[in-house]
């Protein structure tokens, strides 16, 4: 089956360290997203990646950090820099950023900082 | 003004109620529009695309306004199973197609 997997699915961290959330997707896809969600907002763009060994910051990149060495995967960092860092993270991938490319979202990691 | 904005509802409806949603988005450049949907405490899936023409897929119809700046979407014969957010999606063209998300309109379907 194709798809976008993220783990873990519950994420529970001490202040002041840092996590690595995975996503990895199977279906071919050049892009790929990390978006928050927090209660009451829209998702916020936090990284993207159009193609593998490249990627910009979205809206809130500040306290996070990805990497793409690979096609299949766009792991994500919150380091002990991110002032609010509880939220629920989806990872996104899409064929290209052109126009009318749907995303597709992996079920999602909720994060919370104890 | 925000650049995407839906009502957050919630839509309290009977079950087999038309019900329909609105979205306004703030730049006349938005080229994309997609409705998403959202169960509680998952992830969102696209439900349709909106085409200029207007799009039906079932009990489904999307519309796109451009002179008003709003997209919609209209549920009609509304199942228990239509319970979720719905979340309207704008893109703008580019280098890279910037997605805007709305805060999403909560439906409830009640029996």
């Known amino acids: 089956d194709g798809g976008i997997t993220q783990s873990p699915k519950y994420l529970f961290r001490k202040e002041g360290q840092n996590v690595t959330l995975s996503c990895e997707q199977n279906l071919n896809h050049d892009a790929m997203y990390w978006y928050r969600q927090d209660p009451g907002q829209g998702l916020r763009l936090i990284y993207y990646?159009?193609?593998?060994?490249?990627?910009q910051k979205g809206d809130i990149a500040e306290g996070y950090s990805v990497s793409r060495e690979k096609k299949e995967s766009f792991p994500l960092t919150v380091t002990s820099a991110q002032k609010n860092p509880t939220a629920f993270y989806l990872c996104?991938?899409?064929?290209?950023?052109?126009?009318?490319?749907?995303?597709?979202f992996g079920p999602g990691t909720r994060l919370t900082v104890l | 003004r925000k650049e995407v904005e839906q009502d957050p509802g919630p839509f309290n409806v009977p079950e087999g109620a038309t019900v329909a949603f609105n979205c306004t988005y703030s730049?006349?450049?938005?080229?994309?529009f997609f409705w998403y949907r959202q169960d509680c405490r998952k992830e969102p899936k696209l439900l349709m695309s909106v085409y200029s023409s207007g799009n039906e897929d079932g009990r489904f119809t999307a519309q796109l306004n451009r002179a008003s700046q709003y997209i919609s979407l209209l549920i009609r014969d509304s199942k228990l199973s239509d319970s979720a957010t719905y979340l309207c999606v704008v893109t703008l063209s580019g280098g890279y197609q910037k997605v805007t998300f709305g805060t999403g309109t909560k439906l409830q379907v009640i029996p």
């Open positions: 730049n006349s450049a938005s080229q994309s």
């Open positions: 996104a991938s899409s064929l290209g950023t052109g126009m009318a490319n749907e995303q597709f």
């Open positions: 990646s159009q193609i593998v060994n490249d990627f």
